[in-house]
Structure formats: structure tokens, C-alpha cells
């Protein structure tokens, strides 16, 4: 099956109505309800929107300005698995920086999902036993 293309506008807009609707509350699930698209589209329209929004905030490379907190930067050794992980996000389109955003807030959503719901004890790492995957734009009932 052939889609046609998302425009920029398009595209923008849906961005910044899954942020709107994730400002509010609604659930992944919930918002791609709303909008009918996929979980993993709003997922992904999220740690878009929210890596611009980091980038927003980090401060100028200018000398007045200081270097960037550790709430603005992440440093880490990139492992040789990490280099082959982000090859693959790569293959699907993914920008490292986006890639990250992505896993992390994919992550913490599982966790505030499974403490939400009661399945494990707050601030306790729930351990993940399935993972449900779909092509894009399909969504499970």
C-alpha cells in the first residue's frame, strides 16, 4: 500500500498537536487515538518535539553564556553495541540525537505505565517481558 507523503506543514502541525495533547495529560495511546496515528508516530512526534525543545534550551557557545548544565548535555562512552544500535535507528531514519530522545522517553513511559497501573512499586524498575511490534500507521486493537 502507497501513502502519500506528509507535508512539513502537515507534519509541524501533528507535532505540535500530539505535544498539546501530551501537555494535557493523554496517554501514547490515547493520543494517537485522537489523531489516528500509530503509538510509536506519536512516540516519535514527541522526542522530536522535545529534542527541539532541548535544543532551545541549551545556551549559546559563547563565552558570557557558560557551558551547558548536565540538564542540557548527556556525556557518555558510545559502546561498539551502541554504534551498531544507532546504525539501525540510522537505517530507519533516525538522527542519533532523536534516537536517544526516542529510547529514553519510550523507556519512561513503560515505567510510568507499569506504576500508574499498580504492576510494580514506584521507583522500582518494572521488567519489561513483551514488546508488540507493528509497521507504522497500522494500529493494534
Known sequence: ????????????????????LADQGLSLREIAAELGVSKDTV?????VAR???????????????????DETRLNMAVT???????????????PREVAVAYAVELLANTYRHAWMKGL????????????????????HA
Open 80 to 94: 561498539p553495541r551502541m554504534t551498531d544500535d544507532f546504525a539501525v535507528l540510522a537505517d530507519a531514519g533516525l
Open 120 to 139: 510494580t512499586p514506584r521507583r522500582v524498575r518494572p521488567t519489561i517481558t513483551r514488546i508488540v511490534v507493528q509497521p507504522e500507521g497500522e494500529h
Open 43 to 47: 512516540a516519535r512526534d514527541l522526542a
Open 1 to 20: 500500500m502507497t501513502t502519500a507523503p506528509v507535508s512539513r506543514d502537515t507534519l509541524t502541525a501533528r507535532r505540535t498537536r500530539v505535544r498539546h
Open 51 to 69: 529534542q527541539a525543545d532541548a535544543a532551545d534550551r541549551t545556551p549559546d557557545a559563547t563565552p558570557d553564556s557558560g557551558s551547558a548544565t
